[in-house]
């Protein structure tokens, strides 16, 4: 078993692919993920009255017959610390384990490092993701199939194979 890194749409890939668990980071904004996700919540009728999840959707809810989304709002700066982001991956990798799920898809998040200037943005996201990596690592023996998947290229650039 290995993860796999892709650069795409959490919700269209989650699905399309059928992941069993989207654990989902971020925020509903007027940017990509506002997109997404109306796009996405048309198309299964539990979801279709959910207009923000990472507000109104607090615990794991099923989509479609044994398949689930977890919504994390981001916190300070549009990210998560160090120590909050380890608990919410293994709380809900956990979670899904023990649900009998056997495979996972996630988008991550950006730490809280973020500032002004793109160059020590992109260092902060290729840290951040290499410690995603490490966390989701160490649950792998859990799952058939885990997937880190991003609107931009953070995984890609760093996971080439």
């Known amino acids: 078993m290995s993860i796999e890194y892709e650069q795409g749409d959490i919700f269209q890939v989650g699905s399309d692919e059928g992941y069993d668990f989207m654990l989902v980071f971020g925020h ?3 940017g990509e993920m506002a997109q ?3 796009s996405f919540k048309k198309r299964f009728p539990n979801l279709r ?3 923000d999840p990472f507000r109104h959707v607090d615990r794991p809810i099923s989509f479609s017959s044994g398949k689930w989304l977890q919504f994390v709002p981001e916190e300070t700066n549009n990210g998560i610390g160090v ?4 608990q919410i991956i293994d709380t809900y990798f956990g979670w899904a384990a023990k ?3 056997r495979s996972v898809i996630t988008n991550g998040v950006k730490d809280t490092d973020h500032g002004r200037t ?3 943005n992109r260092a902060s ?3 951040r993701v290499k410690y995603i990596d490490e966390l ?3 649950h792998l023996p859990n799952f058939e199939s885990i997937k880190l998947i991003s609107l931009n290229d953070a995984y890609t650039r760093n996971f080439r194979r």
Request: net charge negative.
């Open 99 to 101: 649900t009998g799920l």
């Open 125 to 127: 996201d290729d840290r």
């Open 136 to 138: 989701v690592r160490r």
């Open 28 to 30: 509903i904004g007027l």
């Open 83 to 86: 120590e909050n982001l380890r």
């Open 49 to 51: 009255d959910i207009d």
């Open 36 to 38: 997404t996700w109306s």
């Open 118 to 120: 793109t160059a020590l």
